[in-house]
């Protein structure tokens, strides 16, 4: 049994319903799911004194996980109606290259690295590390310019959030210095 062509030449994959189970869009859609609901019970533990405004370290997040969770959902929904991601239009994008998977390894494992290195670096540091890193991953041209960025993103993040907002992150190996 051969599948329908569109008119670009693809096959109508959506008419196979065995496929439809397995389609990326649908493992996406799943995933926005799954990180709203992981946002929200996350939330969920938060016990700190609200702002004069009365909000507290918990409104922005439950607000980020109930979208995520409606889009999620709405996406799922779409994916097993029979949607299906546009291609790609852009003029310089390649359609036909394959994926880049050593640049998403290299960005997976940084993230790690940040996550493990987060309490015993402290947010600047460790921060600054992140920024860096992801920085020459994706491209960055000059070091030294991305370096100096990364130093100062990361200490502007963690002035706005401990000074301006009251969050507490962790300071790491400069705690009797800021």
Known sequence: MSLPEEPGGATDRGA????SWRRPELVLALVVLALGAFVI??????????STF????????IIVGSALLLIGLFYVLDVVRGGRGDPE???DADTDAPADWRTV????????AFAGLLDLL???IAGALLFFGLSVTLGA??????????????TL?????????????PAGLLSGVI
């Open 157 to 169: 993040t963690y002035l706005a959030f401990v000074k301006g907002l009251g969050v507490t992150l």
């Open 122 to 124: 402290g947010w600047i």
């Open 89 to 91: 239009q852009a003029e």
């Open 54 to 61: 009365g909000l507290g370290p918990r409104f922005f997040p």
């Open 41 to 50: 019970v996350g939330t969920a533990d938060v016990t700190a004194a609200g």
């Open 16 to 19: 196979d319903p065995a496929y």
């Open 141 to 154: 041209e000059h070091r030294l310019r991305a370096g100096v960025v990364a130093v100062v993103l990361s």
């Open 105 to 112: 390894v290299l960005v997976s494992v940084i993230f790690l």
